[in-house]
T-cell receptor, first 114, second 109 residues
Framework: DAGVTQSPTHLIKTRGQHVTLRCSPISGHKSVSWYQQVLGQGPQFIFQYYEKEERGRGNFPDRFSARQFPNYSSELNVNALLLGDSALYLC?????????????FGPGTRLTVT | GQSLEQPSEVTAVEGAIVQINCTYQTSGFYGLSWYQQHDGGAPTFLSY????GLEETGRFSSFLSRSDSYGYLLLQELQMKDSASYFC??????????FGAGTQVVVTP
């Protein structure tokens, strides 16, 4: 079975631009979460979606938004990019929304903002 | 607010035992998870403790004490491939995972 897939793998943008990151969960998983990982830090929670509804939001500005589609894939959108948005963006899928449902992480999208 | 504390780095030789401690402060707590991440790779799930006590999975064990807001990951019979970052993460009452800053484990020959 395919694992969690993310696209693109790498992305370079300039300040002020907009970016869309994509995630396809493991087949059968209905929950998708997004995390931002700055170099040397742990992943920081951005959003969680379950059954196409937002179930949780981390402490990120409104420039960050996301959605989940009927096939459970998800997009993360970031507007008005700042240098500080440079990070590895991780998507994780799980069957449900409790931590005892193991979260499977994708390889991430490395975003560089110049 | 919430916070997690874990050591930044631990170095040990092959075959040794390493314990990574994690203390947390959270307004709501459901469970403590541990993840492993190799350089350039994705985090992979190692274990989850919702109740007090020890969970054993092969060479890795994880412990939780809810009354002490404390847990640890025990790595036994260290191998070179265990060199990686290890993160503790708490699930809060909102169902989201909050990760610590990570512990870099360096295994030497």
């Amino acid at each position: 079975d395919a694992g969690v897939t993310q696209s693109p793998t790498h992305l370079i943008k300039t300040r002020g631009q907009h970016v869309t990151l994509r995630c396809s969960p493991i087949s059968g998983h209905k929950s998708v979460s997004w995390y931002q990982q700055v170099l040397g830090q742990g992943p920081q929670f951005i959003f969680q979606y379950y059954e196409k509804e937002e179930r949780g939001r981390g402490n990120f500005p409104d420039r960050f938004s996301a959605r989940q589609f009927p096939n459970y894939s998800s997009e993360l959108n970031v507007n008005a990019l700042l240098l500080g948005d440079s990070a590895l963006y991780l998507c994780a899928s799980s069957y449900g929304t409790s931590a005892h449902y193991e979260q499977y992480f994708g390889p991430g999208t490395r975003l560089t903002v110049t | 607010g919430q916070s997690l504390e874990q050591p930044s780095e631990v170095t040990a030789v092959e075959g040794a035992i390493v314990q990574i401690n994690c203390t947390y402060q959270t307004s709501g707590f459901y469970g403590l998870s541990w993840y492993q991440q190799h350089d350039g790779g994705a985090p992979t799930f190692l274990s989850y403790n919702a109740l007090d006590g020890l969970e054993e999975t092969g060479r890795f064990s994880s412990f939780l004490s809810r009354s002490d807001s404390y847990g640890y990951l025990l790595l036994q019979e260290l191998q070179m491939k265990d060199s990686a970052s290890y993160f503790c993460a708490v699930e809060d009452s909102w169902g989201k995972l909050q990760f610590g800053a990570g512990t870099q484990v360096v295994v030497t020959p």
